[in-house]
């Protein structure tokens, strides 16, 4: 089969699930994956032969997608950042507003490098998944130290393994944050190598759970069917159970001046600042990502 044989099949098959501006976008990147060619080979080079084994794994990738599984699931692998990632069905495939909350942190590290005289900060990364923010964050920084944690040990395999892949040095733990009483033992099992000297940190960052049950009828099926529900939703009538923990450890485990952030629900921005405020942070900010919705939070425990 002739690569252009191929995009008038590939587009037959799938027409009848996604949109064609989605299919050109899995055709690119199958294309890219698969054959090492660009969209604008399928016109420069429309008489390319398929190999006959490359189109039987192909044909596979197309059965998946007609079940509608994430091709990054399907390939096992994303970018973020501008970095490659791991994914897989335990992981949340991390988006594009989670870039805007790396951005963010990213330019709040500079400013306290600077305010500091450019000593070592230390960040701690709660829900981790694929390890995307703490990396992200890693390989944009000098001199920080970082640590994560997540629920999920599978999570936190592919975690490991995207450090790994990215050159990174992150401490991961696993760990239940709804049950942790304190952070304690984080410092003693990193040895103190994550943490600044007073045993806190500068920077807490957060992308938990947050999505209500109630809102399910708004999430493609592409997400509800395969992404993992525990790194997805929360109970409708306490929807910011994890803000309200992680905030309230974050009061004793930030240093002073340390901020705190969070990607947060878009329906309940008001809702978590006036959470915030009513636990005695303060230069609460909240932005609106990309989509203009809010979505991302940082405030300062003084």
């Not at 055709?27 to 006959?52: A, C, G, M, Y």
């Not at 991390?94 to 306290?112: G, I, N, Y």
């Not at 803000?243 to 990607?263: H, P, R, T, V």
């Amino acid at each position: 089969m002739t690569l252009k044989e191929f995009k008038t099949y590939f587009s037959n098959e799938l027409s009848t699930v996604y949109p064609d501006t989605e299919i050109e976008a899995f055709f690119s990147i199958i294309i890219e994956e698969k054959l090492n060619l660009q969209r604008i080979d399928t016109v420069l080079k429309p008489d390319f032969k398929i190999d006959d084994a490359i189109f039987t794994e192909i044909k596979t990738i197309i059965k998946r997608l007609k079940k509608e599984e994430p091709i990054q699931y399907i390939l096992g692998k994303t970018a973020f950042y501008g970095l490659p990632f791991f994914v897989d069905e335990n992981t949340l495939i991390p988006r594009p507003e989670t870039e805007e909350l790396v951005e963010w942190v990213l330019k709040e590290c500079q400013a306290l490098s600077i305010k500091n005289q450019y000593k070592n900060l230390s960040i701690l990364d709660i829900g981790t998944g694929t390890g995307c923010i703490p990396i992200s964050l890693a390989k944009n920084t000098k001199n920080t130290q970082i640590s994560a944690i997540d629920i999920s040990s599978e999570a936190l395999k592919i975690a490991q393994k995207n450090a790994v892949l990215n050159k990174v040095n992150i401490d991961f733990f696993e760990l239940d944050i709804l049950e942790a009483k304190n952070l304690n033992n984080l410092f003693v099992r990193a040895q103190s190598k994550t943490q600044s000297s007073n045993g806190k940190y500068d920077i807490i960052v957060s992308n938990p759970p947050y999505v209500r049950e109630l809102e399910k009828v708004e999430i493609k099926n592409n997400v509800l069917e395969n992404e993992p529900h525990l790194a997805l939703f929360v109970d409708d009538k306490n929807p910011l159970i994890f803000y309200k923990k992680i905030a309230n450890l974050a009061k004793e485990y930030l240093s002073k001046n340390g901020l705190l952030f969070f990607e947060i629900n878009q329906h309940l921005g008001k809702e978590t600042v006036e959470m915030l405020q009513n636990k005695g942070f303060k230069n609460i900010e909240l932005k609106k990502d990309l989509f203009g919705n809010d979505r991302i939070i940082t405030c300062k425990f003084v």
